[in-house]
Each structure stands twice: as structure tokens, then as C-alpha cells.
């Protein structure tokens, strides 16, 4: 019997096949996962924040884009993946409203993006889908049975990458 793993804002876990796992609400947030197919290994990381060293209180590392994906490889690691295996899905990352200004600081989506793309290619993983952007929010389901990641958008069609 599968079980769909929760993961909350500014969190992750793990997950092995036939289990899934799941995070609600990205906005301008973005859900990265990373997953093993060799072992049917998925991570998720659920990250509101591009960059740690820019932050006093950055003790939770599931909150940035450069910490969290540390922890979300070294968890993986600990029940069986490999990292040389490793690719990479992402979604969110969206900008949630207008804006007059063109400040970095309410640019946090994008930024969350670069971030993650940063990351990931430092540390030779790479990124085989990608539903990032736009302003609308995103729920994501990753199946590592499958290696499918299912996106739902409201009132959009549900994307399968």
C-alpha cells in the first residue's frame, strides 16, 4: 500500500517506491526533486529562500536553496541513493503579484529559481524537467515507482514531466 508523504513549507523528506511525495502550495517557493531512479529513491524540498549566508536566523536548512539541497542529498544518501545518480525536477518559483518596482527583494521567485539552477549545476545535477515561473501556484506529487512528477495548477490541466 503506497503512502503520499507530506512535505510542509521551508521542509523536506524522502521517500522510496511504491511510497510518493507531495507539497501543496508553491508560489513563489519552489519544490525541488531530486530523485535516484536506479533505487526508486525520491526527495522533495520544499524552499522559500535562494541563499542562507544572507539570513541571521538560517538554522532551518530545508528554507534555502543551497542548504536544503545539502540536506535533501545527504538524506537520500542515508537510505540507499546514490548521488552520481541523482537528477533533478523542479517547479514554482512563481512571481504571485504585480509589482511597480523592479527590486530583487520582491523578485523571489525568479530568484529561488536561479538559486536552485545554481546549486544543482555546482553539483553536476541535472535538471531533466522544469515548470517554473509564470504567477500562478503549484501543487507537485513525485512518483519514484514512476520517475513521474505530476504539477496541479487551479484551473489548469494537470502536467505530467
Known sequence: MEKIIKVGMADLNVCIAPDAITTLGLGSCVGIVLYDKIKKIGGLAHIM???SSKI??????????DTGI?????DMKKIGAKEDNLIAKIA?????FEFSSNSDMLRIGIRNVE???????????RIVAED?????GRTITFYPKTGELHIKSMGKD???V
Open 49 to 51: 529562500l535562494p541563499d
Open 56 to 65: 541571521m536566523n538560517n538554522s532551518n536548512k530545508a528554507k534555502f536553496a
Open 70 to 74: 545539502d540536506t535533501l542529498i545527504n
Open 92 to 96: 514554482g518559483g512563481a512571481q504571485m
Open 115 to 125: 538559486a536552485t539552477k545554481f546549486k544543482l549545476k555546482e553539483l553536476g545535477i
Open 132 to 136: 517554473t515561473g509564470k504567477n500562478y
Open 158 to 160: 494537470i502536467i505530467i
